[in-house]
């Protein structure tokens, strides 16, 4: 059984930042991509942002470029998320999720991956 521990989240203000850090157990992290997802409450679940297995190729929903960067460790199994100039509307529980195919195209999709962690809270006053 794959799982997925997110950690890193908090209560910050208006321009803060968070490094948010998902630890996996798959052996074979490294050979598939990867991606942060939120919620809000009352909402659905939303892409953040997405990497490959290599970390050469990420992608990011357009209001969080340029303010967030996703990457991954592969040695020590890690995926990151790098969040500056934190908005109140950031605000929100926010999931690292690991697609089981090995594939080059990085998806946004949250019904393309396979694993999904628990869930870590991010919240932005303003």
């Known amino acids: 059984q794959v799982q997925l521990v997110e950690s890193g989240g908090g209560l910050v203000q208006t321009g803060g930042s968070l490094r948010l850090s998902c630890v996996v157990s798959?052996?074979?992290?490294?050979?598939?991509?990867m991606g942060w997802f939120r919620q809000a409450p009352g909402k659905e679940r939303e892409f953040v942002a997405a990497?490959?297995?290599?970390?050469?190729?990420?992608t990011y929903k357009d209001s969080v470029k340029g303010r967030f960067t996703i990457s991954r460790d592969n040695v020590k199994k890690t995926l990151f998320l790098q969040m500056n100039s934190l908005k109140p509307e950031d605000t929100g529980s926010y999931y690292c999720?690991?697609?089981?195919?090995?594939?080059?195209?990085?998806?946004?999709?949250?019904?393309?991956?396979?694993?999904w962690g628990q869930g870590t809270q991010v919240t932005v006053s303003s």
């Open positions: 999720a690991l697609r089981n195919v090995v594939s080059a195209v990085v998806r946004t999709t949250p019904s393309d991956y396979d694993y």
């Open positions: 798959e052996r074979a992290f490294s050979i598939y991509n």
């Open positions: 990497i490959n297995w290599s970390g050469s190729t990420t």
